[in-house]
């Protein structure tokens, strides 16, 4: 008597075999006709090609089983109901189309991969091969063999039985070249990732494909009207930017007209200093295109401008008391302000706090000149003739400032000043992320391009590189202003 060969399976249901056993249990196939196991030499695709294998016979599938005493036939585990993998090599469940595999089965896929359960095959059924990838078909075979979609909650094959059999999970599909790919318009209302082009960005700023952050919108912005330009950059050492521009341009009751450029450095001592420069430049500039063109002086005008900017962050501060004591480290948004505005024959500044600003004339034979004093330590001890400039500013206490607008300052008080040159030029507003890198007016003069009133745009693109290439420790904002204001352009950015 020949011996059987001992199997972990059965050839037919998968049911778990033990030693000694003559017909499977589950399904009552006969073991006695499986023949003796091949001599085993797996194929194992290396570089995604393998050999085709030997013509295998047509499986046996067993009959239905008799009636019960309800009438109802007992089950046939077909083909597609047997636990398989799917084209990328995982195991096929029922819940759902498993990660890394193939496209997941449709609806007709599943009608098309056998008959429903409790159905009795067609004549032909016993003729049908197993359904499910095999390991060591051609790559053409096994990306055509359908994955099987249904395995029924009655089939007795448990997740240890195949992993017993010695299944191979296929290396998982290479992503798709975003480059090359054929990426559609993004759904209205959605963002594109910067760094992979495919995926769409959340409401938290990262890509749901790829995971990158994406930049913020103020890390660098540029603004450009006819008489009027502005650039506003991060920086080098910075996380975000707290700057923040306002540039426009108005007519006066004349029909002259008037420029205006706004540019506020956020306080980073203080708590949200990216909003209160945000809100205090749209408050200045808002308020300047309401009083000029009614007529109102542009030094008062500017004054006037100040103190709305003011109130603007105050209003920063004003929080629900349950807010305060959750955070009592947090204190008033703050920050500092310089504004011009430009005419025919005028130029009006106004300032609070270190930022600058600086005349250049177009004929640089002619001396420049800086036209604001700074709110800082540095500043009042040079007023106090206690240090000269360059020891004051030399000083680690030399950026500390004394006047910004916020609600814990001591004081508001708005510096306004006015000025009427004789000569055409450009006035050049700033941040000490830049002046830090041109201090003095003719170290400016030196950085500002010749062409500066013909391009405003390029020369604080020209202004703001300067300030990067010197090391771009702090976030860097320029507006550029030609004087006079040329007679056209009307109109707000």
């Not at 200093?273 to 008062?300: F, K």
Request: net charge negative; glycine share 8%.
């Amino acid at each position: 008597m020949s011996q059987m060969p001992q199997l972990a399976a059965c050839p037919s249901c998968e049911w778990p075999l033990e030693s000694g056993d003559r017909f499977c249990g589950a399904c009552g196939y006969d073991l006695s006709v499986v023949p003796p196991p091949p001599k085993d030499t797996p194929t194992i695709t290396m570089n995604g090609t393998a050999p085709p294998p030997p013509p295998a016979a047509a499986p046996v599938w067993p009959v239905a089983p008799e009636t019960g005493a309800s009438g109802t036939p007992a089950p046939v585990h077909l083909p597609g109901d047997l636990r398989g993998a799917d084209s990328g090599g995982s195991e096929a469940h029922a819940e759902g189309p498993q990660s890394g595999g193939a496209e997941p089965p449709t609806r007709e896929s599943q009608v098309s991969g056998g008959a429903p359960h409790g159905e009795a095959p067609s004549p032909g059924g016993a003729e049908r091969p197993a359904r499910g990838v095999r390991f060591d078909r051609p790559a053409e075979s096994a990306s055509s063999a359908e994955s099987p979609s249904s395995a029924s909650s009655a089939s007795p094959v448990s997740a240890s039985s195949a992993s017993d059999a010695g299944d191979y999970h296929l290396a998982a599909p290479q992503p798709v070249d975003p480059r090359t790919a054929d990426l559609s318009t993004p759904p209205a209302g959605t963002k594109t990732c910067v760094a992979c082009r495919a995926g769409q960005v959340d409401r938290d700023g990262y890509c749901e494909n790829c995971g990158h952050a994406q930049p913020r919108e103020r890390d660098h912005m540029e603004k450009e009207l006819g008489a009027v330009a502005a650039v506003s950059d991060r920086g080098l050492r910075h996380h975000r930017n707290e700057d923040a521009f306002t540039v426009s341009s108005t007519a006066l009751p004349d029909g002259s007209p008037a420029v205006v450029a706004i540019v506020c450095d956020g306080v980073s001592s203080a708590t949200r200093p990216d909003d209160a420069s945000l809100a205090a430049s749209r408050a200045a500039g808002e308020a300047l295109l309401e009083t000029l063109p009614r007529g109102t002086h542009p030094q008062q005008a500017m004054h006037d401008a100040i103190v709305a900017a003011s109130n603007a962050v105050n209003s920063l501060a004003e929080e629900p008391r349950t807010a305060q004591e959750h955070a009592p480290h947090q204190n008033a948004p703050a920050c500092t302000l310089v504004g011009v505005v430009v005419t025919s024959t005028l130029l009006i500044v106004g300032w609070v706090g270190d930022s600058r600003a600086y005349w250049v004339p177009t004929d640089r034979s002619s001396p420049p000149a800086r036209l604001t004093e700074d709110d800082s330590w540095a500043a009042q001890m040079v007023a106090a003739g206690l240090m000269n400039e360059a020891e004051a500013y030399a000083d680690h206490r030399a950026h500390a400032i004394t006047g910004w607008l916020g609600a814990d300052a001591y004081e508001l008080e708005p510096h306004t000043a006015a000025f009427k040159p004789d000569r055409p030029g450009v006035v050049v507003v700033c941040t000490d992320g830049l002046w830090n890198y041109a201090e003095t007016a003719e170290e400016m003069a030196e950085v500002v391009p010749l062409d500066a009133a013909q391009r405003p745009l390029h020369a604080a693109q020209v202004l703001v590189g300067h300030a990067l290439d010197g090391g771009g420790h702090d976030n860097v904002t320029v507006a550029v202003l030609p004087f006079p204001a040329p007679p056209h352009g009307a109109g707000s950015a």
